[in-house]
């Protein structure tokens, strides 16, 4: 005879795989994350790409003939403009105006300072490229004129150069990758929150609303039991969404010309595995917390608002250390949700983590997963609970 924790599992799995809502919510993200990130990074790459080959409007090219053939050297094409810069780009008609003075050539041979502006819209995001690689090449033409002038009067241009930058940069490529590459474990980790709720929902707050949770527990079964069958049957759809998640976004990735934004991505399968297995202890606890939440609630929609402000937690870590990068130590990876944030963002950057990192981080997750599922079945206990 079978145990009953083992009956229940089974019992969940087959409702679930009959349940179109718990299939939508365990399936639909791990497909839709990876098809925003591809678009996404398609988008980024191909807004760098139009940046080199748009076409520069120049409103008095005729005053500076050697700037415009300066330009058209570095592969910008320039065309002449007549008209109203700033009209035409809150209309959205260009990305960028460049304004040359008239008093150009004047201003040249008095060795004064000559204003170019270049009018542009700081409100459009995909013009943001252009008018960044247009101010450095005027930031570099400057240079060459400076360097010029000093020359001409028998000045080395060294000696305007009194301290220069040299940027040493100690992260590898593979760390820079991943650094920019963030939200990808943001994704996977929100995939354990997404993928078993609709399951974690159903077999609580929605078998109490159908009348068919106290058919259940009429069973000579201990109350601990059926919640362990539901938690490890919503934890199994979690896992599932949140492998595909992590699979289907790798493979986005490989698929998108990254090098062209100067990225290096590649990744190995013994880095995927390891990946697997730090996410792997989240969905069990993300699921005996929509289990709480759904023993609580009066009816499937309150769980459904409910668990929505549940997805919230597992951004809170992830964005802070995006924004307020901390020196690792090794108890943050023993704090659920941020240790697997910890520990993705090091398999993707190539690092080595020691294994005692990979076993706090699933050893609080279950643990404490543990607790919830234990407080859950303490409240099954109570008949004022399953009455609602």
């Not at 599992?9 to 718990?22: P, S, T, V």
């Not at 060294?158 to 820079?176: F, G, H, L, Y």
């Not at 499937?300 to 901390?326: C, E, H």
Request: negative net charge; proline residues 5%; charged residues 15%.
């Amino acid at each position: 005879m079978s145990h009953p924790i083992i009956v229940v599992l089974r019992k969940e799995l087959l409702d679930g795989g009959r349940d179109r809502r718990a299939l939508m919510s365990a399936f639909l993200f791990p497909f839709f994350a990876p098809l925003f990130v591809y678009f996404m990074l398609t988008a980024i790459i191909n807004l760098q790409s139009d940046a080199q080959a748009v076409t520069i409007p120049i409103q008095g090219s005729q005053f500076a003939p050697d700037f415009v053939q300066w330009l058209e050297e570095r592969d910008v094409t320039t065309e002449v403009f007549d008209g109203d810069a700033r009209e035409v780009i809150l209309e959205k008609d260009r990305e960028l105006v460049v304004i040359i003075p008239e008093d150009y050539q004047q201003r040249m041979r008095d060795l004064k300072t000559i204003p170019i502006q270049v009018v542009s819209d700081g409100a459009r995001t995909d013009s943001q490229p252009t008018v960044a690689r247009i101010r450095r090449l005027i930031a570099e033409y400057n240079q060459e004129l400076s360097s010029l002038r000093l020359i001409a009067r028998g000045i080395d241009p060294e000696v305007s150069r009194t301290v220069i930058v040299q940027s040493i940069d100690v992260a590898s490529k593979e760390q820079i990758t991943a650094r920019a590459l963030n939200f990808i474990p943001l994704y996977v980790i929100l995939a354990a929150f997404v993928c078993g709720m609709g399951l974690a929902v159903d077999s609580t707050a929605g078998e109490r609303e159908r009348k068919s949770l106290e058919a259940l527990l009429i069973n000579p079964v201990q109350r601990y039991q059926v919640v362990m069958g539901k938690w490890f049957a919503s934890s199994f759809f979690a896992t599932i969404g949140m492998t595909l998640t992590l699979v289907l976004c790798i493979a986005a990735m490989l698929q998108v010309p990254l090098h062209e934004i100067g990225l290096d991505f590649h990744i190995q399968a013994h880095q995927i595995v390891l990946m697997f297995l730090a996410t792997m202890p989240l969905a069990f606890l993300a699921t005996s917390m929509q289990l709480l939440l759904g023993i609580f609630a009066k009816s499937f929609k309150d769980a459904q608002s409910y668990i929505g402000i549940l997805t919230i937690l597992p951004v809170v870590p992830s964005l802070y250390s995006m924004f307020n990068p901390l020196p690792l130590q090794n108890w943050m990876f023993g704090v659920p949700m941020l240790g697997q944030h910890l520990l993705l963002v090091e398999v993707l950057g190539a690092k080595t983590v020691p294994i005692a990192g990979y076993l706090a981080s699933g050893l609080s997750c279950f643990l404490l997963g543990m607790v919830f599922v234990l407080v859950t079945a303490r409240l099954v206990e109570r008949e004022s609970i399953i009455s609602g």
